[in-house]
């Protein structure tokens, strides 16, 4: 009786010290539970939104080869001056199936006529910076000029330069001026001048200011959004994308390298995906090819991880199947491709790396079979592919695909058939409201230890739900995504991989909502998803400790979720927790096995409203504040405002 009396004023007392409302959290610093992967945090890459073309990849051009269904879309043919002149469009044919069509421009006079390319919803030009225009043509006039001009919006001219095309033979021109002023819309003439005729090809236009200065490069902002996020892996090309609406349409690598003029430009399977975000000039030039991807990955330290086609066409399309005993080039496709990444100079593939300049191996670990594939024409033909992969290259990790859900009979047959298989890593994708997100955080306490590792491959709060236009990059969203990362973090033994899922989307150009990171021609911003990402990646320590309330995982008491993970190269403990609850809520974190010292850093992402989004014109609205916070003995305390997610990094000694 003493002992319940005794216990009843201690807690009355600690009542009134921290208040009502006070949660004392134990953290045992000195028990890894788990390690973290250096990798785990990623990021998935699909052209979709017009992520690739319209969006990193610097092009201001669009259908810079005529290859469009319309061969003219994008372009406007000028009358300057009222002077007559005419466009044909030609077609190589076999002498040049990549890249069959070019224009055939005539100028009747001395004046000038042409025509001028309007760029990805408007070309996003800068006030002092170069621009690079390049154009491949042949001509048997003589005493010709191509002038070429940048216009603003109002239609002024904001930079000019010309190139005079001399040869019989297909030769590329290239000439550079600098742009007078910053515009997002402005657009390009390209005006012949003389009378003559001229063949062009490959009107191309591109900024100096490329992801390090690369000539025909990618967008250096958006490039440099994701190194912020000092992402462990990247995903590529996708998505469905890898899998193409039809099998003409899926992704081929092979096509992706080398001469840009020789990349074959289709069809993004966005381009009619929705009919209520319908995309008619959306198509895949492959400027950004798997050279390129391998190389972002390299830049910004992430693992490369590419995911190639089955021999099945998207699930949700024709599902078009190529018949087993014709799976041979597509096994071969994977076969080369690891070749191309890893081989040394001296084989085949190698050597076509190196020949495009870069010798050294890109050190691929993974490969994803598949996109989002189900059912039993996937198993048969994964398995065709895993045999071929580990005969040749054994220690590659094969990702296999658990297909669109989360449960469900295609999940629990894949899941079953391919732990079954011994598979490496699982391909789990989830997009679900936020009240999934939270009510599932505890997704992976009860997973198999042993068996294949969980790559969180795709996934996203919905706002409103899967594939509504109306779906919204909210606070709600991202705090339920933050809430159930902390069940990642914790069950990182099992969870070795994760990202969200799409990455970009260009605000005129989407087809799919949310997305990570919004952009417009000039512009970009995070949503608060990326921020919950970013502070993920940048604070995951190296080991898992546990984190628990009551000896329990922290996973919705309170409508709190918390993980802790300790660093061992900064000798720092990092706790996790969201407040998912409309009321503030006092914390201690009670630290055993270490000692914390000195103050702690808290960084938090918060808001009273859950709908609040960032946006170009107010990108930091919902983005990460950083403060510092007193410690006391082995105690962290923290007052966690309403809808908060709170990191706290704290030094501690062993
Ligand atoms: O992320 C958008 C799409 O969602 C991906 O292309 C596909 O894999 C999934 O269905």
Redo the contacts with the bound molecule.
């Keep these: 009786m003493k002992k319940y009396f005794l216990a009843l004023c201690t807690t009355i007392i600690a009542c009134h010290a921290f208040g009502q409302s006070e949660k004392t959290y134990q953290i045992d610093a000195g028990k890894i539970k788990a390690h973290v992967q250096p990798n785990m945090y990623g990021i998935f890459f699909?052209d979709?939104n017009m992520a690739g073309d319209g969006g990193v990849y610097a092009e201001l051009v669009k259908n810079r080869s005529f290859e469009f269904k319309e061969p003219l879309m994008g372009w406007t043919e000028i009358n300057k001056d009222g002077v007559d002149g005419s466009i044909l469009v030609l077609n190589r044919g076999e002498a040049n199936s990549n890249n069959p069509r070019f224009i055939h421009v005539t100028s009747t006079s001395a004046k000038g006529y042409g025509l001028s390319n309007e760029g990805f919803r408007g070309m996003g030009v800068k006030k002092g910076n170069q621009y690079h225009f390049s154009v491949l043509a042949k001509t048997e006039s003589k005493g010709l000029s191509l002038q070429i001009e940048l216009l603003n919006a109002k239609g002024d001219v904001i930079g000019n330069t010309a190139v005079l095309p001399s040869s019989k033979e297909w030769k590329k021109y290239t000439a550079s001026f600098t742009a007078a002023e910053t515009d997002p819309k402005a657009s390009l003439k390209v005006l012949l001048k003389g009378i003559g005729a001229v063949d062009l090809d490959m009107i191309s236009l591109f900024p100096q200011d490329t992801w390090k200065q690369r000539p025909g490069g990618l967008r250096a902002d958006l490039v440099q959004k994701l190194d912020d996020m000092k992402p462990g892996f990247l995903r590529f090309p996708?998505?469905?994308?890898v899998e193409g609406r039809e099998l003409d349409t899926r992704y081929q690598w092979k096509r992706t390298i080398g001469d840009v003029a020789n990349r074959r430009m289709i069809i993004n399977r966005w381009n009619t995906e929705f009919a209520h975000r319908s995309t008619p000039d959306y198509y895949q030039s492959f400027g950004l090819g798997f050279l390129e991807y391998f190389e972002i990955a390299e830049d910004i330290g992430a693992s490369p991880l590419p995911i190639i086609n089955c021999g099945m066409a998207c699930q949700f399309n024709t599902c078009e199947l190529v018949p087993v005993n014709q799976l041979g080039p597509y096994v071969q496709d994977a076969l080369d491709l690891i070749e191309f990444a890893n081989g040394p100079v001296n084989t085949k593939w190698g050597k076509k790396r190196t020949e495009l300049g870069h010798p050294k191996p890109f050190n691929l670990k993974m490969l994803g079979v598949g996109?989002?594939q189900w059912g039993p024409q996937y198993i048969e033909r994964y398995k065709i592919f895993e045999k071929a992969i580990h005969a040749k290259y054994p220690q590659i990790k094969l990702v296999s695909s658990l297909g669109?859900f989360p449960g469900g009979d295609i999940f629990n047959s894949a899941n079953k058939t391919f732990r079954k298989l011994g598979a490496s890593i699982l391909d789990e994708?989830y997009y679900n409201s936020p009240e999934w997100f939270m009510k599932n955080v505890k997704r992976y306490d009860n997973y198999d230890r042993k068996g294949p590792k969980i790559f969180a491959g795709?996934y996203a709060a919905q706002s409103v739900v899967t594939g509504s236009p109306e779906n919204k990059n909210t606070w709600k969203c991202a705090m339920a995504e933050a809430a159930f990362m902390t069940g990642l973090e914790r069950n990182a033994d099992v969870v070795t991989m994760a990202s969200y899922?799409?990455l970009f989307a260009h605000v005129e150009g989407w087809q799919?909502t949310p997305d990570l990171i919004w952009f417009d021609s000039l512009n970009s911003y995070g949503t608060p998803n990326y921020y919950v990402q970013q502070l993920y990646s940048l604070n995951k320590g190296t080991d898992v400790v546990p984190l628990t309330l009551n000896n329990e995982a922290v996973s919705g008491q309170d409508s709190c979720f918390a993980s802790a993970t300790i660093d061992n190269n900064t000798h720092e403990l990092i706790i996790k927790i969201v407040n998912a609850g409309k009321q503030e809520q006092k914390a201690q974190f009670v630290v055993n096995g270490a000692a914390p010292g000195g103050q702690a850093t808290l960084t938090v992402m918060k808001s009273d409203d859950l709908n609040v989004v960032n946006s170009l014109t107010e990108p930091l609205t919902i983005s990460p504040q950083k403060s510092k916070i007193e410690v006391d003995k082995n105690l962290v305390k923290l007052n966690m405002k309403p809808y908060s997610f709170n990191v706290i990094r704290v030094s501690i000694t062993k």
């Design positions: 699909e979709i996708g998505g469905c994308i996109n989002e669109p994708h795709e899922a799409p799919w």
